[in-house]
C-alpha cells in the first residue's frame, strides 16, 4: 500500500489542478494521496468529483505558523473543514497572503527585479498565492535558475531581502484548533534547515505534549541523517513518524510516491480522526 500524505494543487502552489493532482497520483501507482494545499480547503470539490477507482482521497491542509520567530507548517488531516473558528483562522491566514505577496512585488522592484504584480496574479491563477509563486516569477525573468534558488537570504527566504510578513497562526493554537475540528496533526518538514531557521527539537517536545500527533519524517529536504534522527525523537516522544512527497507538480522536482507513509501509521491516522474520513474513489464523481 502506497500512501503520499503532502501534496499541492493549484488551489495553492501547486501547478496540477486538483483534478489532475488525483489522476497523476492513480497514474503514479499511490493507494491514498492527501490534499494539502497552503491554507485552503478550496481544492476538495473538484478532486473529490475525479477520485479514480483505486485511489483514497485523504482531505488536509498545510497552515502557516510561526514559534518564537520561525516559520513552521503544520499539517491537519481529516478534520471538518466547516467548524467555524478553525474556519475563520484559515480565513484570516489566506486573506493576508495578497498584501504579503504585493509587498515582496515592490521590494523585489526597489532591487532591480521588473516583476510586476500581474505577473504574479497570472502565475497564482485562482491559487492562494505565495513565494513559489514570486519564485516563479524570478525564474521567467531569468533572476534564478530554479525555483528553488529563489529561497535564499539573496531573495525569499525568511529574513531575506524581499522577504515580507504575514500572518500565521501560533502552532499550538494550530494544533488546538484542527483537533477541536476532529482532525489530526503533523508538524511539516520539521528539520529542512535549508529552508531557513528551524524550530528547535525542544519546542517538538513541547508540541508534543500539547497534542501533536505527529512529525514529517521521511521528506525531501531531510537527508539520511537527518531522517535517522527525527525517527528515534518520533519514538522519544510518542509521535507518529509520516513519510510524503510534498509534491508541488512541475514547480518543484519531487515526485508524487517519492517518500510514503507505513500504513500502519495511516491506520493509526485515521483511526484518530473523526472530524472527517478517507474518500475512496469510485471511478466517477464521488459522494462526501
Known amino acids: 500500500m502506497r500512501i503520499d500524505l503532502h501534496a499541492h494543487s493549484t488551489a495553492s502552489d501547486g501547478t496540477d489542478t486538483p483534478a489532475e493532482l488525483v489522476r497523476n497520483a492513480a497514474a503514479a501507482g499511490l493507494d491514498v494521496v492527501a490534499l494539502t494545499d497552503h491554507d485552503t480547503v478550496g481544492g476538495y470539490a473538484e478532486a473529490l468529483a475525479a477520485l479514480p477507482e483505486g485511489l483514497t482521497l485523504v482531505t488536509g491542509v498545510e497552515l502557516s505558523c510561526r514559534l518564537d520567530g520561525v516559520s513552521m507548517h503544520l499539517l491537519g488531516y481529516l478534520f471538518d473543514p466547516t467548524e467555524p473558528e478553525f474556519a475563520r483562522e484559515r480565513e484570516l491566514v489566506r486573506d493576508d497572503r495578497v498584501p504579503r505577496a504585493r509587498a515582496m512585488v515592490a521590494k523585489l522592484r526597489e532591487l532591480g527585479v521588473p516583476v510586476t504584480w500581474e505577473q504574479v496574479a497570472r502565475i497564482a491563477g485562482d491559487g492562494s498565492v505565495g513565494r513559489p509563486h514570486l519564485a516563479t516569477a524570478l525564474v521567467e525573468l531569468g533572476v534564478v535558475p530554479t525555483v528553488s534558488d529563489a529561497f535564499t537570504p539573496e531573495w525569499l527566504a525568511d529574513g531575506g531581502r524581499a522577504h515580507a510578513g504575514k500572518h500565521e ?108 474520513f478517507p474518500v475512496p474513489g469510485a471511478g466517477g464523481p464521488a459522494g462526501v
Open 169 to 276: 497562526l501560533d502552532p499550538f493554537e494550530a494544533v488546538r484548533l484542527v483537533k477541536a475540528a476532529g482532525g489530526v496533526t503533523v508538524f511539516a518538514h520539521p528539520a529542512a534547515v535549508k529552508r531557513g531557521q528551524v524550530v528547535p527539537e525542544e519546542s517538538m517536545a513541547a508540541l508534543a505534549a500539547a497534542g501533536l500527533d505527529g512529525i514529517e519524517v521521511d521528506h525531501m529536504d531531510h537527508d539520511p541523517a537527518t531522517r535517522a534522527r527525527l525517527h528515534g525523537l518520533a519514538a522519544e516522544l510518542g509521535l507518529l513518524a509520516t513519510g510524503s512527497s510534498d509534491y508541488h507538480g512541475s514547480r518543484k522536482t519531487c515526485r508524487l510516491g517519492e517518500y510514503t507513509t507505513d500504513p500502519e501509521i495511516y491506520g493509526e491516522i485515521t483511526r484518530r480522526a473523526f472530524g472527517a
